[in-house]
């Protein structure tokens, strides 16, 4: 069987967008957008996505940069997604998509690269691919001193605190 252009596109737009995404998009076809869609799906998704002389991978990080430099910031959220959860074989990292933001940031502006990676920062908190440096975790012993102290300074504060501050300058004065 003889694929259409329509057909060869949608499996490339599948294949970067994945299903549940082009599913969404196809749910939404109305008289108003499906010439389009259609459009998109034969041109986009196949002439340029289906072209042999650049992978998945390397149009992923091109797509990237355009949105940067368009300042489409949902678009460029689509595809930071589709980038992290797609195949194997044309799957961003974290790394990627910072070293896209870090060169649009001389050739499109700070400001777009700024946005750029506020968006991205929250999809990949979203997907738990980045978190803030965890804090340290704190030993049983410590949190058992901690409790000890917590308690010696409740029973005896009032006076416990002021004499041994009285000591504690004092040995400084001399």
Request: aromatic residues 12%.
């Amino acid at each position: 069987m003889n694929m259409s252009d329509y057909d060869r596109g949608m499996v490339n737009r599948r294949r970067v967008l994945g299903d549940a995404w082009v599913d969404k998009s196809t749910a939404n076809l109305n008289a108003f957008n499906v010439e389009f869609q259609d459009l998109i799906t034969r041109y986009a998704w196949n002439e340029v996505w289906g072209r042999p002389a650049f992978g998945d991978k390397t149009r992923r990080l091109m797509v990237l940069s355009t949105m940067i430099a368009l300042k489409a910031y949902e678009e460029f959220a689509l595809h930071v997604r589709a980038g992290l959860d797609g195949p194997p074989e044309s799957r961003l990292t974290p790394e990627d998509i910072k070293e896209v933001i870090l060169q649009a940031a001389i050739y499109c502006g700070v400001p777009a690269a700024n946005h750029a990676f506020s968006v991205a920062g929250d999809i990949l908190r979203e997907k738990v691919c980045w978190r803030r440096k965890p804090e340290p975790a704190l030993s049983f012993e410590f949190h058992a001193h901690t409790h000890f102290f917590r308690y010696l300074f409740a029973v005896l504060a009032p006076g416990f605190v002021f004499s041994f501050g009285h000591l504690l300058l004092n040995n400084l004065e001399k």
